[in-house]
T-cell receptor, first 112, second 118 residues
Framework: AQRVTQPEKLLSVFKGAPVELKCNYS??????LFWYVQYSRQRLQLLLR??SRESIKGFTADLNKGETSFHLKKPFAQEEDSAMYYC??????????????FGQGTILTVHP | GAVVSQHPSWVICKSGTSVKIECRSL??????MFWYRQFPKQSLMLMAT?????????EQGVEKDKFLINHASLTLSTLTVTSAHPEDSSFYIC??????????????FGPGTRLTVL
């Protein structure tokens, strides 16, 4: 069975400091990995997906199949980055397409 | 981007009653929608996949007679919590796949429904 692990429940940094939110996964097939973000009082929204290899709001994430990781990074954190971040995995194709398995989430707090 | 709405945003009910939660895709069609449950400060757990025109598929451990799902149209899925009990109190969230297709399996999430069973 697939599993997503975010080892840090809480992460605090100061504004301008680098930040890395860790995500590890286990899945025997070829997964799609995502980072979703939930700002205070807002709905869950997509931040990044690994197949796009894009940078959104200064965040990047690289899929490392050898280490089965998909860590989220930003070189200079901003106060507005404070939110709950979820790493999620979608299994490839078939009847599982679209189903997401979420990690436990990491609450990021960026202090001024 | 695409918008998914849920109604109601919160509901309080007495133990033993049934509650219906609606999930709508506002500007796109969704043949599949997903229902998740989220406990306070915890992750989202997939409950079931709602399929337009056919039966929902439930994840292991989810009682299909307890959580009735109906996907009556291409824009509406409903989750009915039958004979609700306090342990059913939770935050229920639905999602629908991006209408854009390709480019990855992006999901659009509703704002969630807070259910409190007294």
């Amino acid at each position: 069975a697939q599993r997503v692990t975010q080892p840090e429940k809480l992460l605090s940094v100061f504004k301008g400091a680098p930040v890395e939110l860790k995500c590890n996964y286990s899945y025997s097939g070829s997964p799609e990995l995502f980072w979703y973000v939930q700002y205070s009082r807002q709905r869950l929204q997509l931040l990044l997906r690994h197949i796009s290899r894009e940078s959104i709001k200064g965040f990047t994430a690289d899929l490392n199949k050898g280490e089965t990781s998909f860590h989220l990074k930003k070189p200079f954190a901003q106060e507005e980055d404070s939110a709950m971040y979820y790493c999620a995995l979608s299994m490839s194709g078939g009847t599982s397409y679209g189903k997401l398995t979420f990690g436990q989430g990491t609450i990021l707090t960026v202090h001024p | 981007g695409a918008v998914v709405s849920q109604h109601p945003s919160w509901v309080i009910c007495k133990s033993g009653t049934s509650v219906k939660i609606e999930c709508r895709s506002l500007d796109f069609q969704a043949t599949t929608m997903f229902w998740y449950r989220q406990f306070p400060k915890q992750s989202l757990m997939l409950m079931a996949t709602s399929n337009e025109g056919s039966k929902a598929t439930y994840e292991q451990g989810v009682e299909k007679d307890k959580f009735l799902i109906n996907h009556a149209s291409l824009t509406l899925s409903t989750l009915t919590v039958t004979s609700a009990h306090p342990e059913d109190s939770s935050f229920y969230i639905c999602s629908a796949p991006s209408p854009a297709g390709g480019g990855g399996n992006e999901q659009f999430f509703g704002p969630g429904t807070r259910l409190t069973v007294l």
